[in-house]
């Protein structure tokens, strides 16, 4: 049998063994690639993911993610809540969708309501400690201190100008016309000292006509002869105005003789300080009456007679007085007093 030769197919068996150690070595590179994708921090772009991550939660943004938090979830917050709520004026704000903080985050405290509005208590208080208007003063002003002399004259029962009436305390005295400034100092107590160290206490009850002097004080002869014999005639003196703490414990109102509905006169009794105005209730308001130098306060019309009055003294103090009904000649007792000063 001849032997034939077979070139061909040995020649493709060699082309075949060519080609495939190149592909060989293609799988082989493949292979040894995901070999690296797979390994941890192995791929450039999860590297530079995780940092832009944990930059996220470092500022603190509202919705940020913790790390390990399933995404889509959101950080939660303490769940334990606080001892007590925090105030209004305590509450930091909120932080900004860029996270970054307010410039007002500490908060400035506000005053509350209560350091704004005094007490009704404490304003009653310092009204009646105010200075006198000098409207309300007139010539005789607290704390002043008044230059003049003492003379003496016979008082009798005690009566005099001011209308209030006999009585049985003779330490009284007539101021002098200028001072008694249209019956305003009635009423009014007086300290009197005399240039030998001697004093006393007199309460003005009438008016020591011209040529008195200003400054002049008429002392009953009860009251002259405490600082100097009668003999004396003429003494120096200076005298400043008192507030008693001897005054009774409530004032009076009186109407005048003939009062009535249509006309009436109201005067004020035992008051501790001297009166600077009187008011009576109205329709139309409170409305102040005009003073008589016999030291009574006149409605010619009637109106307010038997109505509210209210009497302010010459430190500003108010009293209200209520229910004294038009009985002429008859001194009614009121619950009030003006302080002591």
């Not at 040995?10 to 063994?17: A, D, E, I, V, Y």
Request: charged content about 15%; some cysteine; aromatic content about 4%.
């Amino acid at each position: 049998m001849k032997a034939t030769k077979h070139a061909a197919p040995q020649s493709n068996r060699r082309r075949g063994l060519v080609m495939g150690i190149p592909l060989a070595l293609v799988a082989v590179g493949v292979l040894v690639c995901l070999a690296f994708a797979l390994l941890p921090g192995g791929g450039g772009g999860a590297t530079a993911a995780e940092p832009a991550a944990a930059a996220s939660v470092a500022v603190g943004s509202v919705g940020a993610t913790e790390p390990g938090t399933p995404p889509g979830a959101t950080a939660q917050a303490d769940p334990t809540p606080s001892a007590a709520p925090p105030s209004v004026t305590g509450t930091p704000p909120a932080p900004s969708a860029t996270g970054t903080p307010s410039p007002s985050a500490s908060p400035t405290p506000r005053p509350s309501a209560t350091t704004a509005a005094p007490s009704p208590s404490a304003a009653a208080s310092s009204a009646r400690t105010a200075p006198a208007p000098a409207s309300l003063a007139g010539r005789i002003k607290p704390g002043a201190s008044y230059q003049g002399v003492a003379t003496s004259y016979d008082a009798a029962d005690g009566n005099g100008a001011c209308s209030f009436g006999p009585s049985g305390d003779l330490m009284i005295a007539a101021m002098n016309h200028t001072d008694y400034e249209s019956s305003r100092a009635c009423g009014a107590s007086v300290l009197v000292r005399a240039a030998n160290g001697a004093s006393i206490t007199v309460r003005i009850v009438n008016e020591c006509p011209l040529p008195c002097a200003p400054g002049q004080l008429d002392l009953s002869h009860e009251a002259f002869s405490k600082l100097a014999e009668l003999s004396v005639g003429r003494l120096p003196v200076t005298w400043t105005l008192l507030s008693p703490g001897t005054a009774p414990d409530t004032m009076s109102i009186r109407y005048k003789t003939g009062s009535s509905q249509w006309w009436c006169g109201i005067q004020v009794i035992g008051h501790r300080n001297p009166v600077a105005a009187l008011e009576v209730r109205t329709a139309g308001g409170w409305r102040q009456l005009s003073r008589t130098d016999y030291n009574y306060f006149l409605s010619p019309d009637g109106s307010g007679c038997g109505g509210t009055i209210r009497v302010t003294d010459l430190y500003g103090e108010q009293l209200t007085v209520d229910g004294i009904a038009v009985k002429p000649d008859v001194a009614q007792p009121t619950r009030v007093q003006f302080a002591r000063h």
